[in-house]
């Protein structure tokens, strides 16, 4: 069961890093709309796992993709850093249900699951956003980009996500 588990992750990591890589780093809307959908791996990475091969496991997302996308490693503070704060997102969108240990994202509304990725998504493309432009007089600039962006992030990840959901309705 582990290794099941295990096989899994490892195979949502390639399949997030491959699609990222040669399908949505090639696709520009109005010029400048990139989604990135890898941030999926934050929002299937289990509840309960261990906390600390959660940060490892985001600092080689967010390397992998610097390293095709030759992107200096901001991709890798984003990833590095929503890592860090998904408990807490967690715990502001599921409330005290995220503390019991039979918790699981599916027992949870669709409110609350959209909310959870939609702050994941918020988090990242302002980290990245603010590190890519690096500059606080383009405040304006980083807001649209983090709004246009994670708009289309967050809606092609709900799209991803319903394709390759497992549960039953």
Known sequence: MVNNKLVLHIIR?????LAQVLVFN????????????????????????????LLIASFFLGLTIDMFLDTMAIHTAACVTIAYLRSGIMRFCFGVNYDFQNFKMSSTTTLQQVTFLALLIFFHHLIFFSLEIFSFSNLLLILKKVLIVGSATLLLCLLIKSLFSTQKK
Do not use: H, S, T
């Open 26 to 53: 090639n696709l520009n809307f109005l010029g400048y709309i990139n989604p990135m959908v890898y941030i999926l791996f934050f929002y299937w990475y289990p509840v309960k796992e261990n906390k600390a091969i």
């Open 13 to 17: 990591f390639f399949f997030l890093v």
